[in-house]
Nanobody, 124 residues
Framework: QVQLVESGGGLVQAGGSLRLSCAASGRTFSTDAMGWFRQAPGKEREFVAA????????YYADSVKGRFTISRDNAKNTVHLQMNSLKPEDTAVYYC?????????????????WGQGTQVTVSS
């Protein structure tokens, strides 16, 4: 079983940037696709970004495309989410997740293990 720990969240003004990190431990996660999801207060959890096992293929929600970048370093068992041009509507708890599926999933049902989340708050 892989354990995930997110970090890098915080308070930032609109237009600013944050870099989220997700550290995996327990076993190598290089065989798993990885994703980021977020959940705002009173809303359902939603897909943000995902990256394939080798890191060559990425997927983004339309709402973050062009502003966020997902990447992974399998040698260091880490996944990152670079968030630029942040907006107040990006405020949420951000979760890192791992998937055993062969194809990269944009649905939270496709992910088998999750981190505890990190809060991102964007002020206007």
């Amino acid at each position: 079983q892989v354990q995930l720990v997110e970090s890098g969240g915080g308070l930032v003004q609109a237009g600013g940037s944050l870099r989220l990190s997700c550290a995996a431990s327990g076993r190598t996660f290089s065989t798993d696709a990885m994703g980021w999801f977020r959940q705002a207060p009173g809303k359902e959890r939603e897909f943000v970004a995902a990256v394939s096992r080798g890191g060559r293929t990425t997927y983004y929600a339309d709402s973050v495309k062009g502003r966020f970048t997902i990447s992974r370093d399998n040698a260091k068992n880490t996944v990152h989410l670079q968030m630029n041009s942040l907006k107040p509507e990006d405020t949420a708890v951000y979760y890192c997740a791992g998937s055993y599926l062969t194809a990269v999933s944009t649905s939270d049902g496709g992910y088998a293990y999750w981190g505890q989340g990190t809060q991102v708050t964007v002020s206007s």
